[in-house]
């Protein structure tokens, strides 16, 4: 819905189109979190949207690995200015 304001938007889609890997363990989803979170930090450099994202993701992921369940409680996980 955003993608014609927000172009940086399409290169996380990109991403999240991959295919994911057979599912043996939760390893291996942490270990696609991990790997959207580097993605993301590339992608930072020259957007603030995407630096947003990548707190917001890589805060939950360490959240999550230390099971500390402090996830991002807010409403909506990212606002994108009108």
Do not use: W
Request: one cysteine or more; glycine letters at 2%.
């Amino acid at each position: 819905m955003h993608k014609a304001s927000f172009p940086e938007l399409v290169t996380i889609e990109r991403f999240l189109d991959a295919p994911l890997p057979e599912a043996g363990s939760d390893e291996v989803y942490l270990e696609r979190l991990d790997e959207f979170c580097s993605y993301l930090h590339q992608q930072s450099v020259s957007s603030y949207l995407i630096r947003h994202l990548h707190h917001n993701l890589c805060a939950d992921v360490d959240a999550l690995k230390n099971n500390s369940f402090t996830f991002i409680q807010e409403e909506y996980y990212i606002i994108l200015p009108k």
